[in-house]
């Protein structure tokens, strides 16, 4: 079961942390998904995305949302890291060379 990554909006923001962008996406046309981080990941071998979560008490977090499937994960991945290569101008590997 394919779905379908639409609307991605990008926020770059001066990296703070491996945090470069804010991003949100549209998906399958039934639900926005929004305030996710994207972040390069600590070995410089790609890019990772956080999911927004809600702090409970002083040392736990629960999950306001996430997806369920690997398959989904990776789709939202690509189409983020698409869309902030296209705006930013360029990629993660070009970068780091």
């Keep these: 079961m394919n779905s379908e990554i639409s609307e991605v909006t990008i926020i770059p923001i001066k990296p703070n942390k491996g945090l470069?962008?804010?991003a949100s996406c549209v998906v399958d046309k039934k639900i926005y998904i929004g305030s996710l981080g994207l972040y390069t990941k600590k070995d410089g071998s790609g890019y990772?995305?956080?999911?927004?979560?809600?702090?409970?008490?002083?040392?736990?977090?629960?999950?306001?949302?996430?997806?369920?499937?690997?398959?989904?994960?990776?789709?939202?991945?690509?189409?983020?890291?698409?869309?902030?290569?296209?705006?930013v101008g360029v990629s993660l590997e070009i970068v780091s060379e």
């Design 20 to 22: 470069v962008a804010i």
């Design 48 to 87: 990772r995305i956080t999911y927004p979560n809600k702090k409970v008490g002083e040392k736990s977090a629960i999950n306001i949302y996430h997806p369920i499937t690997k398959e989904l994960g990776d789709a939202i991945l690509d189409e983020v890291v698409k869309k902030y290569e296209e705006i």
